[in-house]
Structure formats: C-alpha cells, structure tokens
C-alpha cells in the first residue's frame, strides 16, 4: 500500500483539496453562458479565461462532466484528414493536445501510436493516396505503407482477413495518438474553475430567452439566467437546443456504439482502422482491446446499446486478429453522434445575435477539442467566426460551400 494512502486512512479524513471548487449558486447574470459540460465546452470557457480575461462564465451541464460524447469516444487522436480544412484545423489540434499535460497540469497519458487506416481494394488504396499528398503538401506526417509494411507494424494481423477482403496496404500517420477522455475533461474544468469559470453540473438548460431580435439569457431547471451570449457545445442534444433558439440545421443524431475486452498483455502498441470493415481498435494502458464500429443505421436520440452491435464488431476483429476470438467483451457503451450532410463540424456564429454554435462532430469531436475550445472562445470574444473555423460556418449548407470530408471519416457511416 503506497505510504501516502496508508497516511490518509491513519488521520481519519482526505485532507486533498478539491479538484475543483464546489459551485456555488447560480448568478442572476453572467458575460457568457456555455450550455454543455464535456471537453468543447470546458475547453472553451478555460480559453475565455485565459486568452480573452472574459472569467465571467458559467458552463451549465445537464449530468456531469465529460458524461456525455467526451466520456464515451474511443480517445483516438489525429490530422489525416482529407480536406485541407480538415487537416489544418485537426492538426492544429493535435499541436496543442501534445503540450496539454504540462499547460493543463495533469497527465492526460498522451500516446503516440501511429495510425493505420488499412486499404482493402484498389477504389480505398487511390483515396489513401489523395490523403497522403494533401497531408504532405500541408506539412503532416501521413504516407501510404504497402500490404508488407502493415504486417511488419501491426502484429498479429491477418492480412488475408479470413479471405474476404485482403489487406492491401494502409495510410499510416505516425502523429496519431490515444489520450485519457475523462482526464481531458477533468484537466480543463479544474483549469477554467481556477481561473474564475464557474461549472454547474445538474443544471438542465430549458428555454433561450431573447430581447429585440438577440439572445439575452437562458431558462434552466434551477432559474433564469441573464448574459450577454450563449455557447451551445452539446453534440447529440444540438437539435433540442436549437429548436429553443429557433434555428434549422441539417444535422442528424445517430448512435455510435464501442467496447473493451478483458484486458490481456500488451501486444498492439499502435491503432488500426479499417474503413471497408467498419472497425477501429487499440490497447489500453490497462491491457484492454478499445473497438468501435459506423454509427447505427438508423436516426435515433438514445444511448443505449445493442447486442447486434457486438456481435457484428466481433465477427469482423475476429478477421484482422483472428486469436482475439477467446476474449470477452467487459462492457459497452453508446454516444449520440449529431452528423452533418457533408461530415464536417458546424462551427461559429449563427444568424441569431449572441448565439453560438459548435455541433455536428459526427464521430470525431473528441479528438477537436482543444482546437475547437481555442477557436470558439476567439469567436466569441471578438464576434466573428476565426479563421480557421471559417469554413465550417453555420451557412456553408444555404450557399453550397460543403467542405465533403467524409473520405476521412474512420469508418463508413
């Protein structure tokens, strides 16, 4: 038993500070109001703080924090986007995810892996090879490996997958990572807390209150709130508060479910994906298999899980990684993905003064959110989208500027 918890049984009490302080009741009126407690909406409000000395804020979460898509994504971290858009802005974002630990002043255990994205026909190896190209010419770390490289990365592959859909080579991105998703969480919210930001958990936000054409306040569960702007960061409850603030998106709410096995000795130390097979997996800290698969087929606003999902996950590991067929399942899980037309965020201001918006993260909202805490908290503070977020803009979808970044989804959806 480690001498320091042995100390804390002796002397009867945890004498550890908080990790961050208790909230305390609810201001009649604060500068800004982020509606969501999960990573975008913490990290948002650490760097309105921080960068902008806007510290009166209140992030209000209907559960807890980090509980809902931050707690529940498989931690995977990466740029190799297809769009120069897309690898701009995600690169941007892992920049800042590898030096998060010594700002945040707690280990996020960030590892660097590599990242596998395996070619099963001649259509998926052209496509690898568009993502290379616009990687390289953008000054991200991504080649195309052929069928031998993979089985000389990856041990334990099948590269004939059972026979039905052979390996034929990959895109590999050596910056990709994994990260602790609670930690990201956690890290931000005692960082915005210390700095002035208030969090209140438990607090259901119920209307958005407007005065002369312009958002001035939320109703919640606990009473009204006055502010000067609203920060909606709730992924797959976007459309509930959008209706509040009478504003149409074509996003869409689907189930996306994972899993972990049993944990055994490590034996992968990087991460595979296979977007013909619809699977995405890597080891854990801990020795546990993380797997995930496309979002459910069909529109749903639920978190529950389905024994049709595992079974089918495990069918197709069982392919690539034939001995893992012994292995249990320990749990799994389900988040709602709010998907957009054309697989990319929403981000920004909307046509409603004082409202903001950043929804639409599909299946790759975890591994944004630094980046996508920094540029919002620009956006808000100066009242106009920033730069890099610009093509993500709430009216891309009236004037037909899609930024069509599906080709780099992990997975089919």
Known sequence: MPLRLLKIGLRGADKEPRFFPEASELRESYDVVIIGGGGHGLACAYYLATRHGIRNVAVLEQGYIGGGNTGRNTTIVRSNYLTPEGVRFYDASVRMFQGLSEELDINLFYSERGHYTLAHSDEAMRTMRWRAEVNRHLDVDSQVVDREAVGRGIPGIDLDCGGSQPVMGALYHAPGAVVRHDAVAWG??????????????????????????????????????????????????????????????????????????????????????????????????????????????????????????????????????????????????????????????????????????????????????????????????????????????????????????????????
């Open 188 to 413: 931000y919210a005692r960082a915005a807390a210390n700095n002035g930001v208030e969090v209140h958990q438990k607090t259901r936000v119920t209307g958005i209150k407007m005065d002369k054409g312009r958002v001035c306040g939320v109703a919640t569960d606990r009473g009204d709130i006055r502010c000067g702007a609203v920060v909606s960061m709730v992924a797959g409850s976007t459309p509930r508060i959008t209706e509040m603030a009478g504003l149409s998106t074509p996003i869409e709410i689907f189930p996306l479910q994972a899993c972990v096995t049993e944990p055994v000795k490590p034996f992968l130390d990087t991460i595979v994906v296979s977007g013909s097979l619809h699977v995405y997996l890597s080891q854990s800290s801990r020795g546990e298999l993380v797997m995930g698969a496309s979002v459910d087929p069909a529109v749903l606003h639920s978190t529950r899980s389905s024994f049709e999902f595992v079974e089918g996950l495990a069918d197709r590991i069982i392919d690539l990684f034939p001995f893992t067929a012994r292995l249990r399942i320990n749990r799994q899980w389900a988040g709602m993905s709010d998907m957009t037309p054309d697989f990319a965020p929403i981000m920004g201001t909307t046509p409603l003064p004082g409202f903001y918006l950043d929804a639409g993260w599909g299946t790759w909202g975890f591994k944004a959110t630094p980046i996508s805490g920094s540029t919002m908290a620009d956006t808000v503070a100066n009242d106009r989208n920033h730069e890099l977020i610009q093509p993500f803009r709430f009216d891309r979808f009236t004037d037909f500027q899609l930024v069509g970044e599906k080709g780099a989804a992990s997975v089919g959806h």
